[in-house]
C-alpha cells in the first residue's frame, strides 16, 4: 500500500503531471540496473514468431490463442501484416460470440459483449481516449495498424478496472517483433451506393530492427492511415398514438386488434436524409531499444487520430393543426392495429436545414519498460498519457410554411394547409400524397423561421502510471505456485465540457415568422425572397430515396427546397452574414460577427476531476492438469464534479476478486470455469449535475456526482475441443448479476422561456403543469382528446414545463446465456476444395432490467457464419450476421404512447396508479440479417488485389413499437471496396 500512497501523492500534486514523468524517468532507468544475458527466446516470443497468412491462418492462430490463454477469450488476427479479416474493428468483432455491434449511417462503431455496452477498449494495454469515457469509436481507429483485437470475457487482477461486459484488447506490431524490413501499404476505393461516391483508403506500414553492436538493437516502425468517406442515411419516421375510432360510421368505436381497441395512428410524417463527410487521419510510431546483454527492452510508443468532415443534413415533417380531422373513407386495420390507407386534414409542412457533427483529435503516447531481471523475477512499468479534444458544432436552419397570399390580402400569419392521403405495401416505407403537391417547393409558401448554432467543446485527458512485477516459483516447497504477480497503477483525469449558443440580445433567432418587425410591422421573410437576395436555398430529390426499404408508390417529403445543408457544415460564417442582411434595419437587428454574439451557456458547463489508485495481487497455480489464476484487485475513485456555481465530491473503493479455472482434460480438450466481479464508473454526462435542455425547450437531462459505479458479478463455464490445424468446438454459459442501475428520475420543471420558445410540434412529449411556474415531481402527458391546439393554449398560458431526466441508482438486473462456436479447415478434401473452411456460432442471452424490461441493444438469439475458399493464391469469403429482434432505446419520443397496453395514458413509473406500463415508449429493432462478401488475389508474392462488399444484399433497418408495428424506416449506403495490398 506505500507505493499506493506514494503514487497517489504524485497525481494529487499540482505538478503531478511533471512528477509523473519524472517517476517515468526514474522507473525507465531503474529497469536497466541488474539485469541478465537472455539466454534464448520465451514460449511467448516463439509465439510471436508465427507467420500468419489467409483466413485459414487467422483462424487458426485465434483458435491457438483462445487455447493458450488463462482466461475466457475469443480473438481476431490480421490474414497478413495492415489486414484484419473485416475492413472496421466493430465489423470483424461481431464475427465473435456473445459480440453485437452498433452502427452509424452502415459502419460498426461501438459492441455490446453477452449484451452490455459499458466495457473497455485498450490500444497496448493503455486507455485511448474520446470525448466520453468508453473512448475512441472502434471506426475512428483504423483497423491497418492493428495485428490482434482479443475480446476478454473473464478479467484477471492485473487487467484494469472499467469493463462490465469484456475488454477489447488491441495490439499492434513491435518494431523488435519484425524478422526482416518491412514497407507494407494498401490503396482502396470504397463506393457508398447512396452517394454514388467513391472515397480513397490509404494506409502505409514501414518497419525494421537493427543491431548496433554494443549498443544494442533499436527497432522502429511507423503507421499511417487516411481516409475520406461521403455516407447517407435516409429514415422515415412517425408519431404513433392509440386513438379511438368509428371506421364504419355507426356512432360506435370499433376495436383494433390491440389490448386496448385503440387503433395506432400514424402521424408527423417525416423523411430524414443525412450526408456526412467523413476525413480521418492516423498515424502510429513505436520504436524499441533492447540493449546488449539485457533480457528486456524500452518502448516509446506515439499515436494520433484526427477526424474531421461535416453533416448535411435535412428533415422535412407533415403535422396537422387537428388531429381528428381524418378521412376513414378507405381505412382498415392490420395486424398490429395500425391505421392503414388514411387521409388527414388540416396539413401543414416544415422543412428543417441542420448540421450535427463532432471533429476530434486524439493522442496515445506511452514510454514503458519490460526486463527479466533474474531467471525468476520480471518486472515493467509504464508512463502513459492520451488525450481528446472534441468540438462539436449544432446548427438549425428552419422554415414554416405561411400563406403569402393570405399575408398580403389581410395582413393575417398564417399556415399554408392542405391534405394528405397515406398508402403502404408491406413493410415499405409509406406512400404520401399531398394535395398540393409544392407544398414543399414553393417559396411564396415558406418563411425564414429560425436560426441556431451552438458549440460544444470537449477535453478528456487521462495521465497513468503502472509498475507490475512477477516472480515465478517463489516458494521451493510450494511447487503448485507458479508465479505471483503484483502491481500498482494510479490516473489523473481531467474532463471538461462548455457550450456556447448564439444570442441576438440574449435571445435566440427563433420564431422570427411572427417576431420580427420592420418599421413597426411584424413581416415574415420568404424563402423566395431571401434566396433572391443573398442566395442559398436548393432542391432536393435524389433518385434513390430509400432504395433498401424502398416506397409504396411516391412520397411527397422525398423533394423538398430547402436551406443548402453544406453551408451550415461548412460556412456558417456565410449563413450568418445571410441573416444579417435579412435582419438589418429589423426589430432584431445584428452587429458584429458570429464570434462577437457566441454567449457561454454557464448552464451547460461541466468540470470533472477523478483520481483513481489500484494495486493487485493475482496467483498463477498449476496444478498438472488444473490450472488457475487467482487474486484481487482494490481500486479506489476520487471524484470532483464541477458546474458554473456548484461543486461536489464523491469517494469510494472497489474490491474485485476474480478466479480463472482450466482443467485440460486432454491436450487437446479445455473446461473453464471463471468468477469475478467487475466495475464501471458512470460517464461523465451522468456525473454532471450541469442541465442540457434540448432546442426545443421541450426536454432536458440532468447527471449526479452521487451516482455509484455499475457493479458486475459473473460467473463463466466453458468447454472447449480443438482439432487439426485451427479446428474448434466450443460451448460456454454466462451469468451475470447487474447492481447499480442507473435509471432516469423524471420531473417537469418550469421556465419562463418556454412561453415564448417552446416548440410543441412533437405534443405527446410536453409535460403539463398543475400550476404557472411552478415546478413539480409529478410528469403529466396530454390524455384522450388533448391535441396540438390544447397543448399550444396550455403552453401560451405558462402550464407547460420542461421534462428533465435526472440519473439516479436504481435496482438489479441480470443476463444470462449460452454461447457455441464452430470451426473447421477441411483440408482433408481432396485438391482444390481442401482451401475450403467454415465457422460458425450461436449466442442465446435473456436479461431483465429492474422495470421487468430488457436490457437494451440485447438479442435472445444471434447467430454468425462464413464459408471461405482460398487455394493458390486466390480466397474469398461470404460472411452472414443474424440478431434477432432487441430493445433499442426506452422512453423514445415519437412511440411514447404506446405500450403493451396501448392505452395511450403514460404512466411507466408508478406502479400504484392506474394504467402502469413500463413498455411505454420501448423502441425496438427488428430481426435483421446480412451478408458480406471478400475476395483477394495474390499476382505474386508482394502484390494483392482486393474487394469486398458490405450488406451484399442492401438490408435496410426497422423500428418497431412494443407491439411490433414498424415506426422507423432507416436505409444506409451499401460499401464496396476495391483495392491492393503490397508487402516488400
Not at 482466461?71 to 484484419?84: F, P, S, T, Y
Not at 474493428?89 to 449484451?115: H, K, M, N, P, Y
Not at 416544415?350 to 448540421?355: D, I
Request: charged share 20%.
Amino acid at each position: 500500500m506505500k507505493l499506493n500512497k506514494i503514487y497517489s501523492g504524485l497525481l494529487k500534486s499540482k505538478s503531478g503531471r511533471k512528477n509523473v514523468m519524472m517517476v517515468g524517468a526514474a522507473l525507465t532507468i531503474s529497469l536497466h540496473l541488474p539485469a541478465l544475458a537472455q539466454e534464448g527466446p520465451s514460449e511467448y516470443e516463439l509465439l510471436e514468431q508465427v507467420v500468419v497468412t489467409g483466413i485459414a491462418g487467422s483462424l487458426a492462430e485465434s483458435a491457438r490463442i483462445k487455447q493458450a490463454d488463462s482466461r475466457i477469450v475469443d480473438a481476431i488476427v490480421a490474414e497478413d501484416i495492415g489486414k484484419l479479416p473485416d475492413n472496421n474493428i466493430a465489423e470483424a468483432l461481431q464475427r465473435i460470440t456473445g459480440v453485437s455491434i452498433s452502427t452509424d449511417f452502415g459502419v460498426g462503431e461501438s459492441v455490446t459483449i453477452r449484451g452490455i455496452s459499458q466495457n473497455r477498449i485498450e490500444l497496448n494495454g493503455r486507455s485511448i481516449s474520446g470525448s466520453g469515457r468508453g473512448g475512441i469509436s472502434l471506426d475512428d481507429f483504423p483497423s491497418s495498424f492493428l495485428k490482434t483485437v482479443e475480446v476478454v470475457k473473464s478479467p484477471t487482477p492485473e487487467m484494469i478496472e472499467g469493463a462490465l461486459g469484456g475488454t477489447i484488447s488491441m495490439e499492434t506490431v513491435r518494431p523488435l517483433d519484425l524478422s526482416e524490413p518491412l514497407v507494407a501499404f494498401s490503396l482502396d476505393g470504397e463506393y457508398a451506393d447512396n452517394t454514388e461516391n467513391w472515397a480513397p483508403m490509404f494506409n502505409l506500414s514501414v518497419g525494421n530492427n537493427w543491431d548496433l553492436g554494443d549498443a544494442g538493437v533499436v527497432g522502429a516502425s511507423v503507421r499511417l492511415a487516411y481516409q475520406d468517406r461521403e455516407l447517407r442515411r435516409d429514415e422515415f419516421i412517425n408519431l404513433v398514438t392509440p386513438t379511438e375510432l368509428d371506421l364504419d360510421g355507426d356512432g360506435i368505436s370499433d376495436q383494433a386488434n390491440t389490448a386496448s381497441g385503440k387503433y395506432l395512428v400514424r402521424s408527423q410524417n417525416t423523411v430524414e436524409q443525412k450526408t456526412e463527410e467523413r476525413e480521418r487521419t492516423a498515424l502510429g510510431v513505436s520504436l524499441q531499444w533492447e540493449p546488449k546483454g539485457v533480457d528486456g527492452f524500452v518502448y516509446l510508443d506515439l499515436s494520433s487520430t484526427e477526424l474531421d468532415g461535416g453533416q448535411e443534413a435535412y428533415s422535412v415533417l407533415n403535422d396537422s393543426k387537428d388531429y381528428s380531422d381524418l378521412d376513414l373513407t378507405n381505412a382498415y386495420s392490420d395486424q398490429y392495429g395500425q391505421l392503414q390507407n388514411f387521409g388527414s386534414g388540416s396539413v401543414f409542412v416544415q422543412p428543417k436545414t441542420w448540421s450535427d457533427f463532432e471533429t476530434n483529435e486524439s493522442t496515445s503516447n506511452a514510454l514503458g519498460g519490460e526486463f527479466q531481471l533474474t531467471d525468476k523475477l520480471r518486472i515493467s512499468g509504464e508512463i502513459s498519457q492520451s488525450k481528446s479534444e472534441a468540438e462539436r458544432r449544432n446548427s438549425e436552419f428552419n422554415l414554416r410554411p405561411i400563406s403569402r397570399e393570405m399575408y398580403e390580402a389581410d395582413g393575417t400569419i398564417t399556415e399554408h394547409l392542405f391534405t394528405i392521403t397515406m398508402t403502404q405495401d408491406g413493410l415499405s416505407v409509406p406512400g404520401l400524397e399531398f394535395s398540393d403537391p409544392d407544398a414543399l417547393l414553393d417559396p411564396d409558401n415558406l418563411a425564414i423561421r429560425q436560426f441556431t448554432h451552438q458549440r460544444f467543446a470537449t477535453e478528456n485527458e487521462e495521465t497513468a502510471i503502472r509498475f507490475d512485477a512477477e516472480y515465478e516459483n517463489p516458494f521451493s516447497g510450494l511447487d503448485f505456485l507458479s508465479s505471483i504477480k503484483v502491481g500498482v497503477r494510479a490516473t489523473d483525469r481531467d474532463y471538461e465540457l462548455d457550450r456556447h449558443d448564439l444570442r441576438n440580445n440574449g435571445d435566440e433567432l427563433k420564431n422570427l415568422q411572427t417576431s420580427v418587425s420592420y418599421d413597426g410591422v411584424v413581416t415574415p421573410t420568404w424563402a423566395g425572397d431571401f434566396n433572391d437576395l443573398y442566395g442559398g436555398f436548393k432542391e432536393i430529390n435524389h433518385d434513390n430515396s430509400f432504395a433498401q426499404s424502398g416506397i409504396s408508390g411516391s412520397n411527397a417529403l422525398t423533394h423538398y427546397w430547402v436551406y443548402d445543408g453544406s453551408l451550415l457544415a461548412y460556412d456558417i460564417e456565410g449563413t450568418y452574414d445571410r441573416v444579417k442582411q435579412m435582419l438589418a434595419g429589423s426589430s432584431h437587428e445584428l452587429t458584429g460577427s458570429i464570434e462577437d454574439n457566441m454567449v457561454r451557456n454557464t448552464g451547460s458547463y461541466a468540470q470533472i476531476s477523478e483520481e483513481t489508485q489500484a494495486i493487485y495481487a493475482q496467483f498463477h497455480l498449476d496444478f498438472d492438469k488444473v490450472s488457475a489464476v487467482v487474486g484481487a484487485r482494490y481500486v479506489t475513485t476520487d471524484l470532483e464534479s464541477n458546474t458554473y456555481d456548484q461543486s461536489g465530491e464523491n469517494n469510494y473503493s472497489d474490491f474485485l476478486p476474480s478466479l480463472n479455472v482450466s482443467y485440460n482434460v486432454t491436450d487437446d480438450t479445455v473446461l473453464r470455469f471463471a468468477a469475478a466481479k467487475v466495475m464501471r464508473r458512470p460517464d461523465f454526462g451522468e456525473l454532471s449535475p450541469a442541465v442540457s435542455v434540448d432546442n426545443s425547450l421541450v426536454s432536458g437531462t440532468q447527471g449526479s456526482y452521487q451516482l455509484n459505479p455499475y457493479r458486475v458479478t459473473q460467473f463463466d463455464l466453458s468447454a472447449e475441443h480443438y482439432f487439426s490445424d485451427g479446428g474448434l468446438v466450443s460451448a460456454a454459459i454466462f451469468y451475470k448479476d447487474v447492481n447499480s442501475f442507473t435509471v432516469s428520475d423524471s420531473s417537469c420543471v418550469a421556465d419562463p422561456e418556454t412561453v415564448e420558445g417552446q416548440n410543441v410540434t412533437e405534443y405527446v412529449n410536453v409535460c403539463l403543469l398543475d400550476s404557472a411556474g411552478v415546478s413539480q415531481s409529478d410528469v403529466n402527458y396530454v390524455t384522450g382528446s388533448q391535441d396540438l391546439a390544447y397543448v399550444e393554449a396550455q403552453r401560451d398560458a405558462g402550464l407547460t414545463g420542461i421534462v428533465i431526466n435526472t440519473d439516479v441508482n436504481g435496482g438489479s438486473g441480470e443476463v444470462v446465456g449460452l454461447e457455441l462456436a464452430y470451426q473447421q479447415q477441411f483440408d482433408f478434401l481432396p485438391g482444390p476444395w481442401s482451401g475450403l473452411g467454415a465457422g460458425v456460432n450461436y449466442t442465446y442471452a435473456d436479461s431483465e432490467q429492474p422495470n421487468g424490461n430488457p436490457l437494451l441493444n440485447i438479442s435472445n438469439n444471434t447467430f454468425n457464419a462464413q464459408v471461405y475458399w482460398e487455394y493458390e493464391g486466390f480466397q474469398t469469403r461470404l460472411a452472414y450476421n443474424w440478431r434477432d429482434e432487441y430493445l433499442y432505446s426506452q422512453d423514445e419520443k415519437r412511440v411514447r404512447p404506446v405500450g403493451e397496453l396501448v392505452t395511450g395514458i403514460y404512466n411507466r413509473t408508478n406502479p400504484d396508479d392506474d394504467y402502469f406500463d413500463p413498455t411505454l415508449g420501448n423502441n425496438c429493432r427488428d430481426a435483421r440479417g446480412q451478408l458480406d462478401w471478400s475476395a483477394s488475389y495474390d499476382i505474386n508474392d508482394n502484390v494483392t488485389v482486393v474487394a469486398n462488399v458490405v450488406n451484399l444484399t442492401n438490408e435496410p433497418i426497422l423500428q418497431l413499437t412494443e407491439i411490433g408495428s414498424p415506426w422507423l424506416y432507416s436505409d444506409s449506403d451499401r460499401r464496396i471496396t476495391l483495392g491492393v495490398r503490397a508487402n516488400f
